[in-house]
T-cell receptor, first 112, second 116 residues
Framework: QQPVQSPQAVILREGEDAVINCSSSKALYSVHWYRQKHGEAPVFLMILLKGGEQKGHDKISASFNEKKQQSSLYLTASQLSYSGTYFCGTLNYGGSQGNLIFGKGTKLSVKP | GAGVSQSPSNKVTEKGKDVELRCDPISGHTALYWYRQSLGQGLEFLIYFQGNSAPDKSGLPSDRFSAERTGGSVSTLTIQRTQQEDSAVYLC??????????????FGSGTRLTVV
């Protein structure tokens, strides 16, 4: 029940927008998003708990569509500092109530 | 402490030796997790501790892997008879539990294990 992330990689110019998708084959209770810069540990961005919920963090926001069993991360007016690998982590109904299952990641490169 | 602390940061060991990796979580975080990340790969779940409950060991890849958490705080991941495929970065994370579900994870900097 590993979530599927798409795209696997994306290259942007500064100021461009990107969308990263995370979908699950099982009903989702919650979705977490993390960013990992090269050689560093993943850093928590946000958690989404309810269907249809949207949250924002600076120019990074996310939505959670419980019905479609998917979440999307939106990066607007991207900055060089946004570069890194983005992971979604999911908790499924009926599965473990504790540990997240992470997708394989989306590598985002922002060029000047 | 202020963050999740892992030691050692790097470990090179010979094939067949045992290794111990240590994790000191954020004080007050009842949940503690171990994940493994191979080069360029995602995060593979290993084991999860929550309070005084029995740990969820469903992600441990073989019986050479074991972990314990003493006093609801520090955790040690032990790998016996290490193999080259065990080479990876071992990440520990901790979190609060909110309504029985994990809040955001705080990850440690990891232990880079190299088996030669």
């Amino acid at each position: 029940q590993q979530p599927v992330q798409s795209p696997q990689a994306v290259i942007l110019r500064e100021g461009e927008d990107a969308v990263i998708n995370c979908s699950s084959s099982k009903a989702l209770y919650s979705v977490h998003w993390y960013r990992q810069k090269h050689g560093e540990a993943p850093v928590f961005l946000m958690i989404l708990l309810k269907g249809g919920e949207q949250k924002g963090h600076d120019k990074i926001s996310a939505s959670f569509n419980e019905k479609k069993q998917q979440s999307s991360l939106y990066l607007t007016a991207s900055q060089l500092s946004y570069s890194g690998t983005y992971f979604c982590g999911t908790l499924n109904y009926g599965g473990s109530q504790g540990n997240l299952i992470f997708g394989k990641g989306t590598k985002l490169s922002v060029k000047p | 402490g202020a963050g999740v602390s892992q030691s050692p940061s790097n470990k090179v060991t010979e094939k067949g030796k045992d290794v111990e990796l240590r994790c000191d979580p954020i004080s007050g975080h009842t949940a503690l997790y171990w994940y493994r990340q191979s080069l360029g790969q995602g995060l593979e779940f290993l084991i999860y501790f929550q309070g005084n409950s029995a740990p969820d060991k469903s992600g441990l890849p073989s019986d050479r892997f074991s972990a314990e958490r003493t006093g609801g705080s520090v955790s040690t991941l032990t790998i016996q008879r290490t193999q080259q495929e065990d080479s990876a970065v071992y990440l520990c994370a901790s979190s609060l539990m909110v309504w029985g579900r994990p809040g955001g994870y705080t990850f440690g900097s990891g232990t880079r294990l190299t088996v030669v």
